[in-house]
Each structure stands twice: as C-alpha cells, then as structure tokens.
C-alpha cells in the first residue's frame, strides 16, 4: 500500500524530469545537445555516471558525451564499441519495458569485450536490489522510423539500489525525449546549412534547392513553408507528407489554411504571442477527423539578403506522447495508486483554492475598496486613514489569484454555519470518514482483502455524492468528502447516506466482510488554513466515534 509521503517524492521526480527535458530543447548544436543529455541524467535523474554511445555512420557506436566524473571521461570519451558487441549487451540481462539491464552475475563475460566501459569491484549486494558497481543499465534510443540513434549508459544510483519501477519509467522517458533531441538537433544542423547555401551561394542555387528539398520532404516531422507579410500573410504556401499525415490532410487541401485556421480555439492565444521569427509553441492542431493533436511549433524566417523575409519555414513535431506521459505523471503524482481517488495533497490543493486568508466577516465592501484606492492613500504608498485596511486586503496574496487579483478579484468567500443548527446558510462541507473494524479485517484477512474492501469503501462514496464533489483518499482507511452548497441538515443526512452505503458486506475472494465508518462534519470557511479545515472535521469524527459503542460503530 502506498505510503502518504510517496505522492510528493513523485511529483518531485516529476518537476526534475520536466526541468531536465526543458533543457534538451536549449541546446543549439548536436555536440550541446549530446552534453546536455548525460548532464541531466546525473543532475535530476539520480545517477552519479552517464554517457551517450551515438551510432556512427558506418554502425558501430562511438562515446559522445559523458558527465559526471572526469577521469572516467578522459579514459572512455572517442572510444568505440562495434556494432556486433552492443548488439549483443542489448539481448542480454532483463528486459525492462524500454530499457535493458544486465546483472553483475551475467555481465563478467562482457568484460573483455571492445566496448568502453569503467568498472569497479566490489562485495555481493548485501540486499535484493542493491545496486552492484559490475551492473549495467542501458536506455537504447531509436528514430522515429525505429533505427538505432544511440545507447544511454548510467551507472552508481545515488540511493545505492536498483531503480523501481518509478525510476525505470522517468529513464525511459528520458531517452525517448532524448532522442527526439537529438534528431532535432540533427535536423535543425541541415536545415541551417541549407539555409546558409541558399543565402550566400546564389551561383549555387540550384543545387541548394534540391538539398533544401530533399531536407524539407524526407524530415521525420512536420514541416511547412507560409507567406510572410500582405494580406494572405499565415497562409500554407508548402507542407511536407509528414506533417500531411499528421493532420489527416492532403497538401492540396492545407494549402487553402493558415495555421490560426487549424488551431485549438483555447490555443490560439498562444499561436498569437508567439513570434515569427525564431518563435516556439505547443498547442493543438486540428485533424481531418475533427479531433486535435499536441505539437510543438518552431519557427524560421528564410530571407533575401536584398529583399528581405520572403516566407515562414515551420517545424511541427508530433509531441502528442509526451503530452499523455505528463497528464499520466500528473494524475499519479496527485491521485491515490489504489483506489484512483485524489491523494491528499490534491485534496488539500483543491480546498486551498476555496479558501482566502480574510475571513468574510471583514471584507470591504466595492465602494469603500474604491475610496480606499483613490481618496485616502498616502503618496508614499502606505495605508493612511482612508486608505486600505492595514490588516492586509491589499495584499494580493491574500487572495486567489496572487498578486495579480488585487481587492477587485472574483473570489467568493467561503462561509460556514454558526451552529450545527440548519439556519439556512450554505457552506462548503468537509466530511471526515474512518472506518471501523478495518485493521481487524487487514490483521485477520491480509493486505490483499483490505486494499479490495478500500477500493469498494472508495467506489460507495464516490457513488454516494454529487456530480461535483470530491472524494479523496486521505491515507490508510481515511476518506474525506468535499461537498459545496450544503447546510447543516444536508451535510447530516449526506453523512448518514453515505454510513448507510458502507455498511453493507463486501464479498472478497468468497467471502464476506464488513466495515462501519464514523463521519465528522467540518466547515470550509474563509481566514482557516486548509490543515485547519481538516483537523477540525477529524476532530468531531472522533467525538462521533466515541459517542457510539464499539458493537454500535461496527454496525454503522
């Protein structure tokens, strides 16, 4: 079962991955893009070694770029390994998924082979998964069309242990960006020598146009050629048959279009800012069949030396993989593993997000927040008499929004009953639930039966609420529901709703088990913290829970 703090170190693994991506993307040569490659490795994937083995053009594999210790790379760095021995490391060891890891125990026949390599001695593993200096751990990156680029080798894990599956996934992904990067930088290097024969070889320009032809045509992504400037400026004048197979379009057809034709009405903002020469976007472009697909816009302004631009050359790469792989990280890094529901830090995430540090009570009305802002404020900038209260409602931070929501932002505050009375008032409820009777059935039944009856106890309460509300997973078997617009009776009665959908036996593996819960209702309001929301419903959960026998609790 999943632990609480594991969400974090996720997301953590998640914003270095992210970093370490951007920066691929930074580099503007093959050799940058090389270096930058095993740098990130060693800087946000956990490993102390790394290097990149690149396919020459006659096959075998040649050590490009190494980072992380500088004896190593002075030995290894030119070196190169025949084809026929990578092959043969690459069919070795376990397969894992994308990734190929050889152990210590199967990896000493490979030490005499002509393949770079650095290795220490050193005692068995004292545990199943601690990292060996003989092992090897290998990311093999591929084309788009699926030719070998090059080998990713990574070596000395700094927690001393094998990677999990977390850490196997963020290296394959890795490597799969990786090589993207790479050909991209590949293709960027083409295409500017293209450009550069086009500009200053005129004699010579027949010969350039072939070279930019066959570069434009045979490129592995998008590519399309647009009018700059007059009254059809954006217009496709040129697209190549990848990005026409990307959109599900024949060139005859896009030629009709502009990009701001094609784009995802909630892009097009971006497409706009994004500048024309040398600008860069990822946004959604519409295919044949009405639906949209991620790409990542680059663009290049090829110009006349006498008249000036002429036309827009745009690079389009399909990034609709990476895009799923983030919205996947995403909703693992806020999302509980077992059950699907929020964790608990995107529960507290989306009840901060309803929540202001200024309380309702002590809100400036419109009129006085205009006289505040226009008649009695201090040329020095401070809060006067008549200025805004010194208790912090200038601040923007106070709202959401930061700073840019100011005092006329659209926040609505959050309010709470005064009493456990139904009074009429509507608030946004907090529904602590903890189960009674589930360590029994976990010491009784096993690990096995109390992850399928969380994931049932999960399935009831989600079915048991609104369109709307929230269900999370706090931790263990702790549950928290979030529901808007409730007064005091709605939120007793949703309690006893959702007591009653619990109660019933669950059958698992045959048999038939059973859990009570104990609910305490809390009240989001505006001035708490959410930690202060939560505590305060745990807190009336347990004065429920004493309130009831053992026997009664059991029973609902």
């Given at each position: 079962?999943?632990?609480?703090?594991?969400?974090?170190v996720r997301?953590?693994?998640?914003?270095?991955?992210?970093?370490?991506?951007?920066?691929?993307?930074?580099?503007?040569?093959?050799?940058?893009?090389?270096?930058?490659?095993?740098?990130?490795?060693?800087?946000?994937?956990?490993?102390?070694?790394?290097?990149?083995?690149?396919?020459?053009?006659?096959?075998?594999?040649?050590?490009?770029?190494?980072?992380?210790?500088?004896?190593?790379?002075a030995?290894?760095?030119g070196?190169?390994?025949?084809?026929?021995?990578?092959?043969?490391r690459?069919?070795?060891?376990e397969?894992?998924?994308?990734?190929?890891?050889?152990p210590?125990?199967?990896?000493?026949?490979?030490?005499?082979d002509?393949?770079?390599?650095?290795?220490?001695?050193?005692?068995d593993?004292?545990?199943?998964?601690?990292?060996?200096?003989?092992?090897?751990?290998?990311?093999?990156?591929?084309?788009?069309?699926?030719?070998?680029?090059?080998?990713?080798?990574?070596d000395?894990?700094?927690?001393?242990?094998?990677?999990?599956?977390?850490?196997?996934?963020?290296?394959?992904?890795?490597?799969?960006?990786?090589?993207?990067?790479?050909?991209?930088?590949?293709?960027?290097?083409?295409?500017?020598?293209?450009?550069?024969?086009?500009?200053?070889?005129?004699?010579?320009?027949?010969?350039?146009?072939?070279?930019?032809?066959?570069?434009?045509?045979?490129?592995?992504?998008?590519?399309?050629?647009?009018?700059?400037?007059?009254?059809?400026h954006?217009?496709?004048?040129?697209?190549?048959?990848?990005?026409?197979r990307?959109?599900?379009?024949?060139?005859?057809?896009?030629?009709?279009?502009?990009?701001?034709?094609l784009?995802?009405?909630?892009?097009?903002?971006?497409?706009?800012r994004?500048?024309?020469?040398g600008?860069?976007?990822?946004?959604?472009?519409g295919?044949?069949?009405?639906?949209?697909?991620?790409?990542?816009?680059?663009n290049s302004v090829?110009?006349?030396?006498?008249?000036?631009?002429?036309?827009?050359?745009t690079?389009v790469?399909?990034?609709?993989?990476?895009?799923?792989?983030?919205?996947?990280?995403?909703?693992?890094?806020?999302?509980?593993?077992?059950?699907g529901?929020?964790?608990?830090?995107e529960?507290?995430?989306?009840?901060?997000?309803?929540l202001?540090?200024?309380?309702?009570?002590?809100?400036?009305?419109?009129?006085?927040?205009?006289?505040?802002?226009?008649?009695?404020?201090?040329?020095?900038?401070?809060?006067?008499?008549?200025?805004?209260?010194?208790?912090?409602?200038?601040?923007?931070?106070?709202?959401?929004?930061?700073a840019?929501?100011?005092?006329?932002?659209?926040?609505?505050h959050?309010?709470a009953?005064?009493?456990d009375?139904?009074?009429?008032?509507?608030?946004?409820?907090?529904?602590?639930?903890?189960?009674?009777?589930?360590?029994?059935?976990?010491?009784?039944?096993?690990?096995?039966?109390?992850?399928?009856?969380?994931?049932?106890?999960?399935?009831?309460?989600?079915?048991?609420?609104?369109?709307?509300?929230?269900?999370?997973?706090?931790?263990?078997?702790?549950?928290?529901?979030l529901?808007?617009?409730l007064?005091?009776?709605?939120?007793?009665?949703?309690?006893?709703?959702?007591?009653?959908?619990?109660?019933?036996?669950?059958?698992?593996?045959?048999?038939?088990?059973?859990?009570?819960?104990?609910?305490?209702?809390?009240?989001?309001s505006?001035?708490?913290?959410?930690?202060?929301?939560l505590?305060?419903?745990?807190?009336?959960?347990?004065?429920?829970k004493?309130?009831?026998s053992?026997?009664?609790?059991?029973?609902?």
């Amino acid at each position: 079962m999943e632990t609480e703090s594991e969400p974090y170190v996720r997301l953590a693994t998640l914003r270095q991955l992210h970093q370490v991506v951007a920066e691929l993307n930074t580099a503007r040569s093959l050799a940058d893009t090389l270096q930058t490659v095993v740098d990130g490795i060693v800087v946000g994937l956990g490993y102390e070694l790394a290097c990149v083995n690149l396919v020459r053009p006659d096959g075998d594999l040649v050590v490009a770029a190494f980072a992380g210790d500088p004896s190593a790379e002075a030995l290894i760095t030119g070196r190169v390994g025949s084809r026929a021995s990578w092959e043969r490391r690459l069919s070795m060891g376990e397969s894992w998924d994308g990734l190929r890891f050889i152990p210590h125990t199967e990896g000493w026949v490979l030490i005499e082979d002509d393949v770079p390599q650095w290795h220490t001695d050193g005692p068995d593993p004292r545990f199943e998964d601690e990292w060996h200096p003989e092992d090897r751990l290998y990311a093999p990156m591929y084309a788009s069309g699926g030719e070998l680029l090059g080998v990713i080798s990574v070596d000395r894990p700094r927690n001393g242990r094998r990677p999990g599956a977390w850490g196997r996934e963020a290296l394959q992904m890795y490597a799969f960006q990786a090589a993207i990067a790479i050909s991209n930088a590949r293709l960027r290097a083409n295409m500017q020598r293209a450009l550069v024969r086009l500009e200053r070889e005129q004699q010579a320009l027949r010969a350039s146009e072939e070279s930019f032809r066959q570069a434009f045509e045979y490129a592995p992504s998008g590519m399309a050629i647009a009018e700059m400037g007059g009254d059809q400026h954006g217009r496709l004048l040129r697209t190549n048959d990848a990005l026409c197979r990307l959109l599900g379009r024949p060139a005859s057809v896009l030629r009709r279009y502009s990009f701001s034709d094609l784009v995802h009405p909630e892009d097009i903002g971006t497409l706009l800012r994004t500048s024309a020469e040398g600008g860069r976007a990822e946004l959604r472009l519409g295919r044949r069949d009405g639906t949209y697909v991620w790409v990542s816009l680059r663009n290049s302004v090829v110009a006349d030396a006498a008249d000036g631009p002429r036309f827009l050359l745009t690079h389009v790469e399909d990034i609709e993989e990476r895009k799923r792989h983030e919205l996947q990280l995403a909703h693992r890094a806020s999302h509980d593993s077992l059950t699907g529901l929020p964790n608990s830090a995107e529960l507290r995430a989306r009840l901060g997000a309803r929540l202001c540090r200024r309380p309702q009570s002590v809100r400036a009305s419109a009129v006085e927040a205009l006289d505040a802002a226009f008649e009695g404020r201090p040329e020095d900038g401070t809060a006067g008499e008549h200025g805004f209260p010194a208790d912090g409602y200038t601040d923007p931070f106070d709202l959401p929004g930061g700073a840019d929501a100011g005092p006329y932002d659209h926040h609505v505050h959050t309010v709470a009953p005064a009493t456990d009375i139904d009074d009429g008032t509507k608030g946004l409820a907090v529904l602590f639930c903890d189960l009674d009777g589930f360590k029994s059935i976990n010491d009784r039944f096993g690990h096995h039966t109390g992850d399928a009856v969380l994931i049932e106890v999960a399935r009831r309460l989600t079915t048991g609420v609104r369109d709307g509300d929230t269900v999370a997973r706090l931790g263990g078997d702790e549950f928290v529901v979030l529901a808007d617009g409730l007064g005091a009776a709605d939120a007793a009665d949703l309690a006893v709703r959702l007591r009653n959908a619990i109660i019933p036996p669950i059958r698992v593996d045959g048999r038939a088990v059973r859990v009570g819960a104990s609910f305490g209702i809390g009240w989001a309001s505006c001035g708490m913290s959410a930690d202060e929301v939560l505590r305060s419903a745990d807190q009336r959960m347990y004065i429920e829970k004493r309130s009831r026998s053992k026997a009664h609790r059991r029973a609902g």
